[in-house]
């Protein structure tokens, strides 16, 4: 069983998607195996952004991540990487086709409900940036 992290972004708790989004990954078979409500802080977004923490548009990226708490899951499953990215759709909503999460409910590249991660290294150092290892339910 592969393991991925999710982040409900502002924008999901603002809108109040987090139980549809949620419901569909349940639906496919996914096991929640950890889960928390977190203010992200600026040394964790930049940790968890360091590849583009240089880049001119990081400052809004920031600031939109760090506007409210955010809940982070850790869905566990058979493929779950590509298969949670394949319900979630392209990074950029507004290419993200209908029946997608973000095709559903993103407005635009950074407004796009969800952040998941893009493969197994990624996942793994996420995994233990955002969660101890006795808050893991597998």
């Known amino acids: ?17 987090v139980g549809a989004a949620l ?10 195996i950890a889960a928390k409500m977190k203010q992200l802080d600026s040394g964790l977004l930049k940790e968890h952004y360091a590849h583009i923490a ?10 939109f991540m760090s506007s409210r708490p955010v809940l982070i899951m850790i869905l ?11 319900l979630l759709g ?3 909503s507004l290419a ?3 029946g997608t999460i973000r095709g559903d409910w993103g407005t635009d590249m950074m407004l796009n409900i969800v952040h998941a991660s893009d493969g197994p290294e990624s996942a793994a150092a996420e995994i233990k940036r955002f969660f101890d290892e006795d808050e893991v339910y597998s």
């Open 23 to 32: 419901t569909r990954f349940e639906d496919v078979g996914f096991n929640i």
């Open 54 to 63: 240089d880049k001119p548009f990081f400052p809004e990226i920031e600031a």
């Open 96 to 98: 993200a086709p209908a």
């Open 1 to 17: 069983m592969e393991k991925t992290l999710i982040i409900f972004k502002p924008d999901a708790i603002e809108k109040r998607k």
């Open 90 to 92: 392209p990074t950029n």
């Open 76 to 86: 566990e499953g058979n493929k779950a990487i590509e298969r949670v990215r394949s």
